[in-house]
Structures are given as structure tokens and as C-alpha cells.
């Protein structure tokens, strides 16, 4: 073969290698990409989008194109982006339909924050999955980043934040630090919040973070002063904790450890220890042996520091143990406002006993309840009218209930009109586990801060220091009417004397349990003062 015909041969072949490679490169790319910007990794769609993808969590699907649908009605106004960023893939039904509940809360609140001030900018709301547990918040982060840099996306805050992990903090960390607001909706542990100084300085960690959810020291207080007016002072208290690393974990049981009370005291703190937030592992024999040391010693009240996987094991195993026919109360967390959903109709009659009579009651501060505001009005009243043998004028209705009241009104009706537009978001809005309210309040709170801020004219973007800014601001004259209640922001961003919703889930006869909503809880043992005027010592 002439020379000439081999050095073409050649050619054609590694031309042949090359467009193969590229080929390969291209689908192989292609494979990893589940939608516009959220990319396959580790078996999980990682990344941001604000286009109806529901990262292959079908119970998000119709909620997630809602969203998508507003984004394209305020396309073409002023308009910045909002980020809710929580894992929104797992293969836990009872975890899914959580998502779509937060989610639900997100659209809604956006609806209200773009229709109800009726001011610009508008609010897109993009969906950001970290991945399980937050640990490949990384790459998402550095995505947020590049929006909030870019003159199209305008990143103006994140919210979301549903699980107090060491992942969530950096998350939370690195945000703030490149001057990204993030307002946290839904972490109550103490160690991702801003320290508040004695004469009101407060020590800014996080840079522009706001909470609207009281901590975990904060709940516990709150159970604390409420079982304390009610004439429960005479606990017998035990404490049972997870030590699995977990900042939820473990603020919790610092602010439980941290409670005084006037009764005897109870045994020693009991310890187990879970293998992660979403996996039982060993726990339920470690319970056996807890559920019978706490039946030989005299507590009756357990005050659990674990999150909600290990909380339906351990009050199961609490009721199968039998103590002398005596009757248990689990204290617990806000994570707590999961377990009813996770609980099945066998769960609810061995909690119940065969004798009808619930073996285990479980209590926690819930960051909202539906029913708060009407039940604490009604008593209210009727104090007044024994007072005062009239009805009050509206004026003279107390500001800590009624505006709250007028906040879930409004919501409720948003949800009405959802309805009716015929818009689908996957299923009824299920206000009694708090997470739509407290994600509405979150998207609102974004809003108010947006439209307070807004400079210049209609086509004027707010910059993110300028958004950060106005979180301490939301208070006094500018606080925000939320459906948990009134949300007065501190100088480090944080919610002051917010009320704790006391609930109690206790088995019902029917096969399932009921959610109770037993009274308000507040942080500092008093109400929030009129105007929500914070005093200069918050700590």
C-alpha cells in the first residue's frame, strides 16, 4: 500500500477515535443531567431550578409547576430571585409528602409576597436540592453564588433550611459570608443563629441571617413556663438523648438539661445512639432497655432530645413495656410536628393499649398550630367578659393574638383562591404539621423586607447587604404579621419571645391520634409587649 494511502488511513481513523470520544463525552454528559441546571451525582439530582422540575419526587410535581407558573406570569416585571434550598429526593413517603408541604408554603407565601404588597420587585422562586442530609450543599452554594453575582438572576436571599445539621451551617456560613441573606424558616437549633449581647449588640456570626422560629433553648423555655402556670411543677423528669452528632440533638438537650424545676428529682440522663436522622439502626433495642430502667424509677415525664424517626420508636417501645399501668408524657422538639404523619394505625393501638386508656401521650412546641389563635382568643375573651361585662372594641383585642389571626385568615384564603383558579399543588395544604405556615411566613417576611428596601424606581434591584439589613429592622411599627404568630426580629436576626404552639398528640379510638393544641408557650413567661417593641436585653 502507497505510503500516502496509510498516513490517510491513519487520519480517518483518529478522526473516527476523536468524534467517537466527543460522541461518548455528549452522552455521557446527557446522562448526567436530570434538568436545566441540576446535574446526577451520587444517585441524587444536585442543583437549582426554577422550571417545574421536581427532582424525581412525584408528590412535588404539581406544586413545583405552580411555582414554575407564577416565575413566567412576572417574568417580564421587576423581579429578583428567591432560593428555597432543602432536600427534596428521599425514599421515605413520610419525608416526601413533608417536602411538598414546605414547598406548598414557599408557592403560597410567593403568591402573597408578589400579589398581596402589590409593589415591586417580584419574587421568582427557584427550588435548590442539597442532596440528603445537606452533604453536597457545596456545589449548590456555589451555584447560588454565581445568581447572586449575575445581573439576570439577582439571588436576593435563601430560605428553606428544614434540618439543624453541621452541613446546613456551613451552608448557612458561606452564604452569609459573601453577603447572601438567608432567612431560616424551619432550623431550631441554637448553634446556627446569631448570639444576642447583653446590652442588645448582638454577635454576628452569620452575617445577614434571620430566623423566624424560636430556638431550641427558646422552645423548651416555653414548655417549661406553660407546664409551670399550668400547676405541673411536681415532675418526675427524665432526660433521653441522641448522642449522634447533630446540632437539633444537641440544643435540645442543653436547653432540656437547662430547665428548673421545683420538683424532686428524677434518674440520671439516659443515652442512645442513632446511626443518622433518617435510619433506626439499633435504636429500638436500645430503647428496650431504656423503656425499663426509666419503668423502675419513679419519672413520668420523659423529655426526649432525638429527632422524629427515633421518637415514634422510642414512645412504641415506652408503651409496650407495661409499668404498672402508669401513663407517660414524651417532651419533645419541634421536629416532633413530623410524627403523626409517620404514625400507622397499629402505631396508634399500641400507644393506646387494649384497655382503651393512651399509654404515652407525646407533647412538643410546635412553631404553629391552625388552631392557636382561635382557642387562645376565645379564652381571652372570656376572661374580658367576666372583667369587664361587655365585648371589646378591636382596638382593645390584644395585638399578640389577632394580628396572627388576620395573617392564617389571609393564608387560608390565598389557599381558597388557589383552589379555585384551579391551580394543583398536589393535594390540600395540611396546616396542622406547621411547615406551609411557617415556609409562608418565611417567603412573606422575604417580601416585606424586598418592598421595604426598594429605592429609586420600579426598575431599581435592591442589593443583598441593603436586603440583609432590613431584617432588624421588622419590628416595632414594621413587624410581620405572621401566621405563627407576630415575627419581631432582634439586632442578630433572630424572632423575640415568638410563641411556641404546645400541642399534644395523644392515640385516638378510631385508629388514629389526634392533634390537641393545648396553649401558648412563651420564651420569656409573658406575652410579646404591645407593638412588639423589643427591649434592649433580649439575651
Not at 419533645?332 to 386508656?357: F, I, N, V
Not at 401558648?520 to 407593638?531: A, C, D, S, V
Request: hydrophobic letters at 35%; aromatic letters at 6%.
Amino acid at each position: 500500500m502507497p505510503r500516502w494511502k496509510k498516513i490517510l488511513i491513519a487520519v480517518l481513523v483518529l478522526g473516527l477515535i476523536v468524534a467517537l470520544g466527543f460522541t461518548a463525552c455528549e452522552l455521557s454528559q446527557r446522562e448526567d443531567t436530570c434538568a436545566d441546571g441540576v446535574v446526577r451525582n451520587s444517585g441524587e439530582c444536585i442543583g437549582v431550578n426554577g422550571e417545574g422540575y421536581d427532582f424525581g419526587t412525584p408528590e412535588i410535581k404539581d406544586v413545583a409547576r405552580a411555582i414554575a407558573q407564577e416565575n413566567k406570569r412576572i417574568d417580564d416585571q421587576p423581579r429578583v430571585t428567591v432560593a428555597m434550598m432543602l432536600p427534596l429526593q428521599s425514599n421515605q413517603a413520610a419525608l416526601r409528602r413533608q417536602m411538598r408541604s414546605d414547598l406548598q408554603g414557599a408557592y403560597l407565601g410567593q403568591r402573597q409576597a408578589n400579589e398581596g404588597e402589590g409593589e415591586p420587585p417580584k419574587i421568582r422562586l427557584v427550588l435548590a436540592n442539597p442532596g440528603r442530609n445537606y452533604r453536597q450543599q457545596e456545589k449548590v452554594v456555589d451555584t447560588l453564588l454565581r445568581m447572586a453575582d449575575s445581573p439576570e438572576d439577582r439571588l436576593r436571599a435563601v430560605t428553606g433550611f428544614n434540618l439543624s445539621l453541621n452541613a446546613t451551617e456551613e451552608a448557612v456560613k458561606r452564604l452569609t459570608e459573601h453577603k447572601v441573606p438567608v432567612l431560616a424558616s424551619r432550623i431550631s437549633g441554637d448553634q446556627i443563629a446569631n448570639e444576642e449581647g447583653l446590652d442588645g449588640m448582638a454577635q454576628l456570626r452569620f452575617p445577614g441571617l434571620a430566623r423566624i422560629i424560636p430556638t431550641n433553648h427558646d422552645a423548651a423555655q416555653a414548655l417549661a413556663n406553660f407546664n409551670g402556670e399550668r400547676g405541673r411543677e411536681n415532675l418526675k423528669t427524665v432526660l433521653v438523648y441522641d448522642r449522634r452528632p447533630d446540632s437539633y440533638n444537641e440544643s435540645l438537650a442543653k436547653a432540656f438539661s437547662g430547665i428548673k424545676e421545683n420538683g424532686p428529682p428524677g434518674p440520671a440522663a439516659m443515652s442512645f445512639e442513632s446511626p443518622a436522622i433518617d435510619e433506626p439502626g439499633s435504636t429500638g433495642n436500645q430503647f428496650t432497655q431504656t423503656a425499663n430502667n426509666i419503668c423502675d424509677s419513679e419519672a413520668d415525664t420523659v423529655y426526649f432530645a432525638g429527632r422524629t424517626l427515633h421518637l415514634r420508636i422510642f414512645a412504641l417501645k415506652l408503651a409496650q413495656v407495661g409499668c404498672k399501668e402508669r401513663h407517660y408524657t414524651i417532651v419533645s422538639g419541634s421536629d416532633a410536628a413530623s410524627l403523626r404523619q409517620a404514625m400507622t394505625e397499629k402505631d396508634w393501638g399500641q400507644l393506646r393499649g387494649e384497655d382503651g386508656h393512651a399509654k404515652v401521650t407525646v407533647q412538643y412546641a410546635a412553631p404553629a398550630h391552625p388552631d392557636a389563635w382561635n382557642a387562645e382568643l376565645a379564652r381571652w375573651n372570656k376572661k374580658w367578659d367576666m372583667d369587664h361585662n361587655r365585648k371589646p372594641t378591636s382596638e382593645e383585642l390584644p395585638q399578640y393574638l389577632a394580628e396572627p389571626k388576620t395573617a392564617l385568615d389571609t393564608l387560608k384564603k390565598r389557599i381558597e383562591s388557589t383552589h379555585s383558579e384551579g391551580t394543583n399543588l398536589g393535594s390540600a395544604p395540611n396546616l396542622e404539621d406547621s411547615r406551609t405556615m411557617l415556609v409562608y411566613d418565611g417567603l412573606t417576611t422575604i417580601g416585606k423586607a424586598l418592598h421595604q428596601v426598594e429605592s429609586g424606581g420600579a426598575e431599581a434591584v435592591p442589593g443583598r447587604e441593603d436586603v440583609g439589613r432590613q431584617w432588624s429592622l421588622l419590628q416595632s411599627r414594621h413587624r410581620v404579621q405572621g401566621t405563627s404568630g407576630l415575627i419581631c426580629l432582634t439586632s442578630g436576626g433572630n424572632a423575640y419571645d415568638k410563641p411556641a404552639a404546645v400541642v399534644e398528640l395523644e392515640p385516638g379510638q378510631a385508629g388514629h391520634g389526634k392533634l390537641k393544641f393545648v396553649g401558648l408557650g412563651w420564651p420569656t413567661g409573658r406575652e410579646q409587649p404591645k407593638n412588639c417593641v423589643i427591649p434592649s436585653n433580649t439575651s
